[in-house]
């Protein structure tokens, strides 16, 4: 089984709100991605958890806080974002140990009005 | 730094129409090579890795092979249903970070 599965699925929220997104995976992966992704653009990463340790933080603005609370599950907190960060959202896993191979989620549809 | 060029941008096939689409790569030291599937509204679909210059890796009408600085996904026979943007992307021997092309849009017509 290789699923990721990300909720929900798509997210409506205005510039003053606060939500979260949130990412699982029952595959014993133990580091996990969060991107975005702009229509007609490759995903751009924004962030890696590796063993529920943050790794990597491209330079995304505060207003996305990231949260590993243990190995299978990652959240996204979002807060005072910006019509520009609407976009598709995608949760990605691997193990590092085996095939490299990142297994993608389906990703949540947020808009930002 | 790593750099991913796929070539071309869009492609319009007919049904039954064989091609390919290029994937070009710099990395500093290649790990594995991914091909991705990716549908409008969603998340990549996993269908290659390649790990090594020569190697050959095949589902249904897809065939993916890999040399030291270039990669080619071979549709063979395309039907309708396999329209969509094709990603390729690289994971350098050092790092967990996938680099990844502009992707190839794929548009096969009855």
């Known amino acids: 089984d290789t699923e990721v599965t990300q909720t929900p699925k798509h997210l409506v929220m205005g510039m003053t709100n606060k939500k979260s997104l949130k990412c699982e995976q029952h595959?014993?992966?133990?580091?996990m991605y969060w991107y975005k992704q702009k229509a007609k653009k490759p995903p751009e990463l924004m962030f890696v958890?590796?063993?529920?340790?943050?790794?990597i933080n491209e330079s995304v603005p505060s207003r996305f806080s990231p949260e590993c609370p243990n190995s299978s599950l990652l959240n996204l907190h979002l807060h005072a974002l910006q019509p520009e960060d609407s976009a598709l959202y995608l949760c990605?896993?691997?193990?590092?140990?085996?095939?490299?191979?990142?297994?993608f989620g389906p990703g949540t549809r947020l808009t930002v009005l | 730094e790593d750099q991913v060029t796929q070539s071309p941008e869009a492609l319009r096939l007919q049904e039954g129409e064989s091609s390919s689409l290029n994937c070009s790569y710099t990395?500093?030291?290649?790990?594995?090579l991914f091909w991705y599937r990716q549908d409008p509204g969603k998340g990549p679909e996993f269908l290659f890795t390649?790990?090594?210059a020569g190697e050959e890796k095949e589902k249904e009408r897809l065939k993916a092979t890999l040399t030291k600085k270039e990669s080619f996904l071979h549709i063979t026979a395309p039907k309708p249903e396999d329209s969509a943007t094709y990603l390729c992307?690289?994971?350098?021997?050092?790092?967990?970070?996938?680099?990844f092309g502009g992707g190839t849009r794929v548009l096969v017509k009855p």
């Open positions: 390649l790990y090594s």
């Open positions: 992307a690289v994971r350098p021997a050092a790092g967990n970070k996938l680099t």
């Open positions: 595959m014993g992966h133990r580091a």
């Open positions: 958890y590796s063993y529920e340790k943050l790794s």
């Open positions: 990395v500093s030291g290649l790990r594995g």
């Open positions: 990605a896993s691997t193990d590092r140990g085996l095939s490299d191979t990142q297994y």
